[in-house]
């Protein structure tokens, strides 16, 4: 089995990558995967570790794991530059 390349745990401020949805106002930080990029292809209920900020955060991050699906939801984008670049070879196309 391939070692997960997102399974270590990284800052608020170095996240793997950032996801954002202007129109909801909502920032996603990865901190983590849980699993390999191949078996969450598999895995309906796939998460990531997330650092959040919305309106409703009041400017705070809010920390905690997030369903893959809900993550990506309607009009959230990657933001490349803000992403590692090995997140952006893995995941970049697929997500936008």
């Given at each position: 089995m391939a070692k997960n390349p997102?399974?270590?745990?990284?800052?608020?401020d170095n996240?793997?990558?950032?996801?954002?949805d202007d129109r909801m106002g909502f920032e996603y930080r990865?901190?983590?995967?849980?699993?390999t990029p191949e078996r969450e292809k598999t895995n309906?209920?796939?998460?990531?570790?997330l650092a959040t900020k919305s309106p409703h955060t009041f400017g705070s991050w809010e920390y905690g794991a997030g369903y893959i699906k809900d993550?990506?939801?309607?009009?959230t984008?990657?933001?490349?530059?803000?992403?590692?670049?090995?997140w952006n070879h893995v995941y970049g196309g697929a997500n936008k």
């Open positions: 997102f399974g270590k745990t990284r800052k608020v996240p793997y990558a950032v996801y954002r990865v901190l983590k995967t849980n699993q309906p209920y796939a998460s990531w570790e993550t990506l939801h309607g009009g984008y990657l933001d490349e530059a803000a992403s590692d670049p090995l």
